[in-house]
């Protein structure tokens, strides 16, 4: 065997090094330490039982995920909307944060002297980010073919998903809420309807209701007044049908005080492709386009042309209407589009959660070790450790090709999304992005966190238990600022 000799001064600065070694890592221990004394002291402070508390806290050390703080972290909870956490982390995974959705007006119908002797086909892509003004763009592309009037029907093509508006994965009971909103292939301001309120111009009379976008697909039935001011509201809206009408009703009832500011109210619809048609209708007509026939649901033949084209925002784009806002009709639209994307047709919720499944299996959680029936999280089957949350933010925190566009999407403490009115004022201010979680009995908050010294931290903070969801937001936020500090 071969003797290495070393001069007493390459042992000197051996010695050194080792020496800085020995002392970083120390440091490291130490400052692991300290961080768990400090969270687990806030966690004591708090009242809550550790069972009903899912807590984990990691970092990637030299490739390694080292558990900083663990706390019921294998427990599997129910986690709400911290389910869109793997959710965006499979579409960005399998998508290019570049991609783009399309909505597409064709006709196989021929066009003289700006009349098209036929109908107008409406055909949907899947396009969860597809508003207002995506719909006048679109209708503005269509201005430049010069026709100026449609002999036959707008034909809504909603055919590349399937025609299963709410999952059986959501919750039981329906509600005519925004966040309980229908999908559709071709669908739009994401199937809901701002409805406004304002007092008339004196006590006695009726309030004014505004809806927009305003269609004919939507009917309002006002029976509201003005009261004296001082009085407050009473206001109450609720989406209702008519027998023989093929659409929503908007029925706005009770009393606003004449010195109330104009109040807002946010409703779902029931059918995504009439309401589409309608409101294209409506922009057509806007433009000087009149439509001789009605809205009907169709298929688009293959043959037909294609006469203007609408591309949605980029997917990162949407990804941040879904996370920062919660938005479960973003998040079950994301999944049916991967499902159209691996080539089913039409595309299905099933074969979409096929496709998550895919993804928590690569990155090393085996099926049967949780549950993930509803990619919202508008669900309270759903079944997630914190340790295996941890894992999905860990896994995407590696790849540097979707990373930035995932975390660009998350809510910001104290700045926007849903954490705009939490952590002011705390140390978590600016230094906390991440997701929020909450039905009855359910709070999370998961995501990461940075400090001045460079240091990240992925954190999970799961809560299940009966009621107490104000309390257990306010642990969290404390939690997040613990992280934070030195």
Known sequence: MKTIYFSAKVLSRLSIVLLFAQTGFAAAQQSKSELATRLEKIVQGSGFKDKQLGLWVGTNANGKLDAQYLKNAGEQLIPASLSKLVTAGAVVHQLHPTFKYKTQLVSDAKAKDGVLSGSLYLKGGGDPSFVSETMWFLVNEFTRTGITQIDGDIIVDDSLFDNVRIGQDRESVRVDRAYDAPLGAMSMNWNSVHIYVRPGAKAGEQAKVFVDPETPYLRVINETKTVAAGRGKTIAVERTSQKGFDGDVIQVTGAIAADVPEVVFYKSITNPDMYSGHNLISFLRQRGISVKGSVKRGVAPGSADVLATAES??????????????????????????????????????????????????????????????????????????????????????????????????????????????????????????????????????????????????????????????????????????????
């Open 313 to 486: 925002k980029p997917l990162a784009q949407i990804l941040g209407d879904m996370m920062k806002w919660s938005n479960n009709y973003v998040a079950e639209m994301l999944v049916k589009g991967l499902a159209s994307e691996n080539g089913v047709k039409p595309a299905t919720m099933a074969a979409g959660m096929q496709q998550l499944e895919k993804y928590l299996d690569s990155i090393g959680l085996k099926k049967g070790s949780y549950s993930f029936v509803n990619a919202s999280g508008f669900s309270r089957v759903n079944r997630l450790s914190a340790e295996q949350l941890g894992k999905v933010l860990e896994s995407l925190r590696d790849n540097f090709t979707s990373f930035p566009e995932y975390l660009t999407s998350l809510p910001i403490g104290g700045v926007d999304g849903t954490l705009k009115n939490r952590m002011k004022g705390t140390k978590a201010e600016r230094w906390v992005r991440a997701k929020t979680g909450l039905l009855n009995g359910v709070v999370g908050l998961s995501g990461f966190a940075g400090s001045e010294d460079g240091t990240v931290r992925s954190f999970v903070f799961v809560y299940n238990g009966p009621g107490k969801e104000d309390q257990a937001r306010a642990l969290f936020d404390r939690l997040a600022a613990g992280l934070v500090e030195k």
